[in-house]
């Protein structure tokens, strides 16, 4: 897993009411997401609060999701990193 070291933090935000429980960002990026008791997906500590390194994995992650439940924000601005709006 290679981190990106010219990006700052980042929070994974997951759209709960869009979320459909496949699966793909968990198996996409085990080190940041999983799925929770409920069966939809949840960020690891790390990526839910203070922010954590934006990693390739973790980015595909955000891509692979079939239904844009995924979005990383900036740990220091809060905007809007992915996916492009």
């Not at 799925?35 to 390194?53: I, K, Q, V």
């Not at 992650?61 to 979005?71: I, R």
């Not at 924000?73 to 996916?83: E, L, Q, T, V």
Request: net charge negative; glycine share 12%; charged share 25%.
């Amino acid at each position: 897993m290679t981190g990106r070291p010219d990006t700052e933090p980042v929070i994974v935000r997951v759209d709960r009411g869009r979320c459909i429980g496949s699966g793909m960002c968990a198996l996409s990026a085990p080190d940041s997401l999983a799925l929770g008791a409920d069966g939809l997906a949840a960020p690891l500590a790390r990526y839910a609060d203070g922010g954590a390194e934006l990693t390739d994995r973790l980015s595909e992650a955000v891509d692979f999701c079939p239904v844009e439940a995924l979005s990383l924000h900036s740990a220091r601005g809060g905007y809007r990193i992915a996916p492009g709006e």
